[in-house]
């Protein structure tokens, strides 16, 4: 597993060249697969270390989300299921980056420098998604890890969220077991149980039925077994694009950037509440055909990760308040954290109607999952519909450990047990939708429009040479570099009513992202247009 002799899953060698460097980004190393088993041999091996430090179990996750499936990637997990500590980001983009020769030395550098305790704790937890160079690839993970001596656990072909909540488990033995089927049981468990608690109104729209796109990924086989715990009358779920090519034309990153119906979709046929998985299952993306007089359009109306999120804490709230009632004096702190890309729409929402300020961070799950820590129910998604609740201590104590008679708290620590407050899970959150939609009794057109409704907005990709000259301030809503872009970007936004745009550097892509809303979609088009040529 050298850079000289990195070897494809075909088989053939597919040498690295000494001075090609690789930096561990928002997704971890995500390339072409042929690149990937040097670089996922050498990410055990440093995932062996960080165990070894903590004596604890550390996860490596093989797969590229949403790219397509010539490509691949490995990511980090820290030990109780959050992303890669930063320090150790760089540790693995130094590991990856020596040369053959410079290996050895880099290596025992890194092995002085931590401090190893006790070790028998210590694992490599790993999973992949359903690339075909997967397990070549968890073959190479498994060699990384020998290296130093670590356990190995293979855990097969899982979703992102499952591999996230495996390591927690081996962590916290309390959490839940650590395999397949301690997490199925653990969240299919705390739906049912959340399901007879919840008194569906006497006038319910909601329809117990969901057509999901399963992206042609790992959704489809996992949340099939999950589904296996739960009975179709309560959760009626019907699976499409489960065994074609990964991630084309379908999946949820496909639905939100088109905002068009995913492949074997039709517009004309009655599908009132559909669903799209991303390929490794840790994004969700509610839909379903957006009405029109053309019959042949395949625009899809989104229920996005700002709409999952909305429907989320008003129901956290309305079950909160039952506690804040009978306790006056210890309120628990709830929070909701959102990126730039958050429709207009929803952030007001949040700031008027809901009486919150909501948070608003980089790009990335992780800034995301750390803001969101700082409060006791914190509430965080992603317009592209990564997104999920992560709990305190102090909640954990008052309402998940405390005995209590309330119908309401007692419904929210089930919810709280839905949800994987590991990582943004397209399965918990699915199910955690559901029951949010039953307890209201809400059809699609209920939860279009109770809520809010979003301002029409627009993404265009824009091809760059070099993306490192554009830098962003204010969570990447101002570019402070290349100087005098952001002038040119806000005398444009003047120009439209209810108008907000940004431009920031992708950090998976060669590509600068725009990103514009207005107040019709026409001036939406426009706007995104004439941003578009200030990057050209
Ligand atoms: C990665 C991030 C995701 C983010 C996306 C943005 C994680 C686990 N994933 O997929 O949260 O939305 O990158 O990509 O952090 P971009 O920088 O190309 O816009
Ligand atoms: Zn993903």
Known sequence: YSRAGNTTHSGNVHAIQDDEKFSYGTAGFRFKSEKLPFIVFRCAYVASLRARQLNSAIGVMITASHNPSCDNGVKLVDPSGDMLNEQWEIYATEV?????????????????????????????????????????LMNAARAGAALFNVQFDDIGVVSTPMLHYAVKAFNEPKFAEPTHDGYYSAIADSFKKLYEITEEPKDSRYQPKVIVDCANGVGAPRFRN??????????????????????QGCGADFVKISQKLPANF???????????????????MYFRAKASENSESNDAE?????????????????????YENSTPMERLRLGIVQTAYANGSSTRYIREKLGIEPIIVPTGVKHLHEAASEFDIGIYFEANGHGTVVFSEIFDRIIRRTPTESLPLR???????????????????????????????????????KLYRDVPNVQIKVPVIDRSIFKTTNAEQT?????????????????????????????????????????????????????EQVVL
């Open 302 to 322: 989104l229920f996005d990760g700002d709409k999952i999120a909305v429907l989320i804490v008003t129901y956290i709230r309305e079950q909160l308040k039952d």
């Open 96 to 136: 990856v980056n020596a040369t053959d020769a410079e290996l050895p030395a880099a290596v025992r550098a890194l092995e002085k420098q931590i401090s190893v305790g006790k070790t028998q704790l210590s694992r490599v937890v790993c999973g992949m998604d359903t690339r075909c160079s997967g397990p070549c």
């Open 479 to 531: 570019l402070v570099k290349p100087v005098g872009i952001q002038k040119m970007i806000d005398t444009d936004v003047a120009k439209y009513n209810n108008s907000r745009a940004f431009i920031r550097p992708s950090g998976t892509e060669n590509i600068v992202r725009v990103y514009a809303e207005a107040d019709t979609v026409e001036n939406t088009l426009q706007l995104g247009k004439s941003l």
């Open 226 to 247: 999950l589904l296996e715990r739960i009975p179709s009358s309560l959760l009626e779920v019907e699976f499409r694009n489960e065994s074609e090519e990964l991630n």
């Open 411 to 449: 419904r929210l620590a089930l919810f709280s047990r839905v949800i994987n407050e590991t990582v943004g899970d397209a399965f918990a959150d699915l199910l955690a939708v559901e029951a949010v939609l039953r307890h209201y009794g809400w059809s699609m057109d209920d939860w279009a429009e």
């Open 266 to 284: 039709s517009p004309t046929a009655a599908e009132p509440k559909c669903a799209s998985f991303d390929g490794d299952a840790d994004r969700l």
